[in-house]
């Protein structure tokens, strides 16, 4: 069973930072690509940022492109996101996606989600 599990989420102020993790127990993870993306209260979720096996492609949302950074170190199976400059409209729930790969250099969703982690942007 490949579980991935997110931690770092918490409540934060505007301009504040905060950096998640996603760690997957197993082989799976250096061989896949894998995503973050979120879901805001009454919203669908969306990607916010993906990464290849061997961070050769990076993408982020272009409503995060300069304040959140993807990342990931597959000695450690943990992908993180550190996200900058925070503003309210990025509070949300943050899932991690894993075993994802690319059509191109557009992202394709794996089958492992993780359960989430909130995050809450106070003004």
């Not at 009454?42 to 961070?55: F, H, T």
């Not at 959140?68 to 943990?78: E, L, P, Q, Y």
């Not at 550190?82 to 394709?108: F, H, I, W």
Request: hydrophobic share 35%; charged share 15%.
């Amino acid at each position: 069973q490949v579980q991935p599990v997110e931690s770092g989420g918490g409540v934060v102020q505007v301009g504040g930072s905060l950096r998640l993790s996603c760690t997957v127990a197993g082989s799976i993870f250096p061989l896949n690509a894998i995503s973050w993306h979120r879901q805001a209260p009454g919203a669908q979720r969306e990607l916010v940022a993906d990464i290849s096996r061997d961070s050769m492609i990076i993408n982020h949302a272009v409503p995060v492109r300069g304040r959140f950074i993807i990342s990931r170190d597959n000695a450690k199976n943990t992908a993180y996101l550190q996200m900058n400059s925070l503003k309210p409209e990025d509070t949300a729930v943050y899932y991690c996606n894993v075993g994802g790969s690319y059509r191109g250099t557009s992202y394709q969703e794996g089958p492992y989600w993780g359960q989430g982690t909130r995050v809450t942007v106070s003004s």
